[in-house]
């Protein structure tokens, strides 16, 4: 079946640091990929779409200055975590729709997380 | 904010015995879809029912939904340990991005 690679799995990092997450589809292109924000014990918060060729859109309260998201490839979607602190640190999780999937009758693929956390 | 509400938030259970989740949505969808999430992973797509569907199984799962109350469940039957996991119901609408309930957490005890 259709796999979805995530990259890195967890990272720990100073504050003030930038972080960059990868999001791969790894059998099937995808224009369109979503990034997903998790706290724990909490369900999935979307924080943005990402469009292959085009600029992300973000949901409502996400600084889209903070959370940079880059898609230049049908197989490839970037999310930099931008001088992260305490705060940021969350589990978040990409997904992915297959592009011949334009009546969104499939089910989404998703990665397995990358655990960030920031001293 | 979230489109599915999922209910119980908890639930515990004896090994073989059923799970029932429940969930709740509040726009017209293309489909909803259950997904599973086990502690710190992913998620992992388990039934996906079509707005014109009512019921439809899959293995041990049996997935309903009710279009003119919203409403969709998840019933595990015969459970295993291994299904403690976490039950998130997704809302579906044609070219939009899954929107997710809060999750029914399940323990299934041995």
């Known amino acids: 079946g259709a796999v979805v690679s995530q990259h890195p799995s967890r990272v720990i990092c100073k504050s003030g640091t930038s972080v960059k997450i990868e999001c791969r589809s790894l059998?099937?292109?995808?224009?369109?990929m979503f990034w997903y924000r998790q706290f724990p014990k909490q369900s999935l918060m979307l924080m943005a779409t990402?469009?292959?060729?085009?600029?992300?859109?973000?949901e409502q309260g996400v600084e889209k200055d903070k959370f940079l998201i880059n898609h230049a490839s049908l197989t490839l979607s970037t999310l930099t975590v931008t001088s992260a602190h305490p705060e940021d640190s969350s589990f978040y999780i990409c997904?992915?729709?297959?592009?011949?999937?334009?009546?969104?009758?499939?089910?989404?693929?998703f990665g397995d997380g990358t655990r960030l956390s920031i001293l | 904010s979230q489109q599915g509400e999922e209910d119980p938030q908890a639930l515990s259970i004896q090994e073989g015995e059923n799970a029932t989740m429940n969930c709740s949505y509040k726009?017209?969808?293309?489909?909803l879809q259950w997904y599973r999430q086990n502690s710190g992973r992913g998620l992992v797509h388990l039934i996906l029912?079509?707005?014109?569907?009512r019921e439809k199984h899959s293995g041990r799962l049996r997935v309903t939904l009710d279009t003119s109350k919203k409403s969709s469940s998840l019933l595990i039957t015969a459970s295993r340990a291994a299904d403690t996991a976490s039950y998130f119901c997704?809302?579906?609408?044609?070219?939009?991005?899954?929107?997710f309930g809060k999750g029914t957490t399940l323990s299934v005890s041995s």
């Open positions: 059998d099937f292109q995808a224009t369109t």
């Open positions: 997904s992915a729709r297959e592009y011949l999937d334009r009546d969104s009758n499939q089910p989404q693929h």
């Open positions: 726009t017209s969808i293309n489909n």
């Open positions: 997704a809302a579906n609408q044609a070219g939009t991005a899954l929107i």
């Open positions: 029912i079509r707005s014109n569907e």
């Open positions: 990402s469009n292959e060729g085009s600029k992300a859109t973000y």
